[in-house]
Structure formats: structure tokens, C-alpha cells
């Protein structure tokens, strides 16, 4: 299991076609893919864009990634790569 | 992973909703060809929505089932809907918002019909929040 803290840096935060984006990725692993807000306990399923919604993660709030399975390594590299990207906004 | 057969889906509203909500979720999660959207006009004739539901139906359909979405309980656009309800072949669902045509869009594994009319009705619900409620515990840890 790795676990990783990523700062969400583009302006309109977690939303809706960003969310898309971090589902699409993630659903190209094996592994499973949970994010939770820092100052938060609730945990969304990273490949479910419903539920990252709920997270209402704006710019600026750190979100803790969990990665389980067998590519985890990979998957934690990409998925960390996209945010720090800003999804392609910035 | 294997190609899933999914569940069509047809949205039916009165005026545009529908096709905006369609075209809502497209910008979201990309295109849906399991999608499509029917727009009852304020005066379209009975017969002529029928047909166009029908139609959408046939459209959609790839052997799973269709599930209707339509906008309100009560409503020409579900009244008419309604008159093709046949259990676990074609399920309504009213009050169509986003989140429910976000989850029909996203099908990773095969459920049958009546499990993901259930799982649409409850995600309509739990997807409303009054934002507010959200916002001020925040707000309050901030100040303290």
C-alpha cells in the first residue's frame, strides 16, 4: 500500500471534468485508488466521479491518495502527476 | 477489461432539459452513445411524443434493458413514459438530475436493470446537499 499527500493547485479545485479525468486514470489500474481531504475523514473512491465530487476539494486543500494492488507504484506516479498538472488547466 | 453491454437510457423532459442535461453530462464524462435525450414540446401532440420515445428506445437499446429518466413525477414527459414500463426490460426513473445521468453514463460492470434503477433513485437523492450545511462547520473551524 502507498500513500502520498498532493496539494490541488488549479483554480476550480476538484470538479466535475477534473474528477472525469482522475477516474479515467485510475480505472486504468488494478490496483484500488481511495482519496480523503487532510482536514476531513470522508474518503472518496478515485474511480468514481460521484463520489470525489463529495470531497468538494477547492484549490488549495491537500488530499491524502491510497493505492492498493498489484501497479500501485505507476498508478500513484501518474495520478500524482495529473494533479500536480492542474488536470491540464493550468 | 472485456466490453460490457451496457443499459441504454433516454432522458424525457418537457422543453430542452433533457438535451441540455445530455449534453451536460457529454462535456463531463465524454461522449455517450448509450445516452440519447428526448425533448417533449409544450405542444406536441401525444401520439407524436410516443413515437419519438420509441423511437429513442430502440436507439439506445442493446439487449440489457433501458432505463427512462424523466423530469417530474406527475408530468406529461413521465405520464407518457410510463405507458412503456415493462419490468426489467424498461424502468423509469423521475426527477432527473446530473448526477443520475452521470451515474447511467459510468458502467464498469453488468447489473441488471433493476438493481441500476435502484442505484440511479438513490444516487438522484444522496447527490442534494444544501451547500450551506457544508460550508459553515468549516467556516467555523477557520474563525476558531
Given at each position: 500500500m502507498l500513500e502520498s499527500n498532493v496539494k490541488i493547485v488549479?483554480?476550480?479545485?476538484?470538479?466535475a471534468r477534473a474528477a472525469a479525468q482522475l477516474v479515467k486514470l485510475s480505472s486504468k489500474f488494478l490496483s484500488s485508488v481511495k482519496i480523503q481531504r487532510a482536514d476531513s475523514n470522508i474518503v472518496a473512491d478515485a474511480k468514481s466521479i460521484l463520489s470525489i465530487l463529495t470531497?468538494?476539494?477547492?484549490?488549495g486543500t491537500t488530499i491524502n491518495i491510497t493505492i492498493s494492488g498489484t501497479d500501485e507504484e505507476q498508478a500513484l506516479e501518474e495520478i500524482e502527476k495529473l494533479i500536480n498538472a492542474g488536470f491540464g488547466e493550468l | 477489461m472485456a466490453e460490457i453491454k451496457k443499459i441504454g437510457c433516454v432522458i424525457v423532459s418537457h422543453g430542452q432539459v433533457a438535451n441540455e442535461l445530455l449534453s451536460a453530462a457529454e462535456n463531463v464524462?465524454?461522449?455517450?452513445?448509450h445516452i440519447t435525450a428526448v425533448s417533449i414540446g409544450w405542444h406536441d401532440e401525444v401520439e407524436s411524443a410516443k413515437e419519438q420515445i420509441s423511437r429513442a428506445i430502440s436507439q439506445v437499446s442493446e439487449g440489457r434493458g433501458v432505463l427512462l429518466l424523466t423530469d417530474?413525477?406527475?408530468g406529461t414527459p413521465t405520464n407518457i413514459s410510463a405507458?412503456?414500463?415493462?419490468?426489467?426490460e424498461v424502468e423509469i426513473v423521475t426527477g432527473v438530475n446530473l448526477p443520475m445521468v452521470i451515474k447511467v453514463a459510468n458502467q464498469n460492470t453488468e447489473i441488471p436493470l433493476t438493481q441500476m434503477a435502484d442505484e440511479v433513485e438513490n444516487q438522484g437523492k444522496e447527490?442534494?446537499?444544501?451547500a450551506g450545511d457544508l460550508l459553515i462547520p468549516k467556516k467555523m473551524i477557520k474563525d476558531a
Open positions: 488549479n483554480q476550480l479545485g476538484l470538479h470531497l468538494a476539494a477547492s484549490r | 464524462v465524454g461522449d455517450l452513445g417530474m413525477f406527475g405507458m412503456f414500463y415493462e419490468q426489467g447527490a442534494i446537499y444544501q
